[in-house]
């Protein structure tokens, strides 16, 4: 069910507000694209800086705006067990298909801590649930050994790997097997993640370019590794430069200039440095990617 390529959805601002308009634009856009998924409320979406009330709004806009079309994970972990719970209660009473689960950042529990975690949001709440390891945003690195402890608890399907590391994945795959759906959480390394046991991406990429992260997949499973291979190379610069800065700076100013949302984030993170705009500019026009009606 949750396979190939998933939008991790940039969360659009207009004056200090959710602008959901501008997330309706973005939402058929990806799914007219290819995408298999929408992810709102994850580390694109801004979660960090949303209020309780403002994560139920997106959440709610965005199962509104894909009406059944693909599946919705709902971002909805925290450091805190008691409100990964709520929100995941919430998720899961709005309707949407799965909840994506962060390690607890900052705490930094022991990773008897992390299934204790997981386990208690498991059994409260009966919803396909995705572990989701970023240790280079946490402070805090799932170990495989857990993940696999973790691939036990029944409704725990899936993973969203973030260490860009081939062979950790590896020994996940190796370890767990078909008890658990392996998902990159680093685009420029989408395709030998998905030659190391991988099913699919939630990418930052294909809010900006999402056919192009679909061929990528396409070609792998239909069979065509070379073009597969050509699709990600293509595909590599704006991959690279939609981390020159710290997501989602890059990819909010690149919706910008595509037109599908106004340029506004949330502080303490700033609008992307001038010199990296012209940059941004010729990558989008190389891509052949048309710029929408102005938002």
């Excluded at 709102?40 to 959440?59: M, N, Q, R, Y």
């Excluded at 998720?91 to 705490?107: D, M, R, V």
């Amino acid at each position: 069910m949750f396979e190939g390529v998933i939008c991790a959805l940039i969360t659009p601002f207009r004056d200090g507000r959710v602008d959901g308009p501008a997330m309706s634009r973005l939402i058929d856009y990806q799914i007219a694209n290819g995408v298999r998924g929408i992810v709102p409320c994850g580390t694109t979406g801004e979660s960090a800086t949303l209020t309780h009330d403002e994560h139920k709004e997106v959440i709610n806009l965005c199962l509104k705006y894909v009406d059944g079309r693909v599946p919705v994970i709902a971002g909805t972990g925290s450091n805190s067990t008691a409100e990964s719970i709520h929100l995941t209660r919430f998720a899961k009473s709005a309707g949407a298909n799965a909840a994506l689960l962060i390690t607890p950042y900052y705490n930094k529990p022991t990773q008897s801590g992390l299934v204790a975690h997981y386990r208690a949001i498991a059994e409260a709440v009966d919803l396909p649930l995705i572990l989701y390891n970023v240790p280079g945003r946490t402070g805090l690195d799932m170990q495989a050994a857990t993940v696999a402890q973790l691939a036990q608890i029944g409704n725990v399907v899936g993973l969203k790997e973030a260490t860009a590391n081939m062979e950790r994945a590896s020994t996940i795959h190796r370890t767990c097997g078909n008890n658990i759906t392996l998902l990159s959480g680093d685009d420029a390394t989408f395709l030998p993640f998905l030659a190391v046991g991988g099913k699919g991406v939630i990418s930052v990429s294909a809010n900006i370019a999402p056919a192009h992260m679909v061929a990528i997949y396409d070609h792998w499973t239909q069979g065509r590794p070379m073009e597969a291979l050509a699709a990600h190379e293509t595909l590599l610069p704006l991959n690279q430069h939609l981390f020159c800065e710290t997501n989602p700076i890059p990819v909010k100013a690149a919706a910008h200039m595509l037109g599908f949302c106004g340029p506004e984030i949330r502080a303490p993170l700033t609008p992307m440095s001038p010199v990296h705009e012209e940059p941004m500019r010729r990558i989008l026009e190389a891509l052949g990617l048309p710029r929408q009606a102005a938002s």
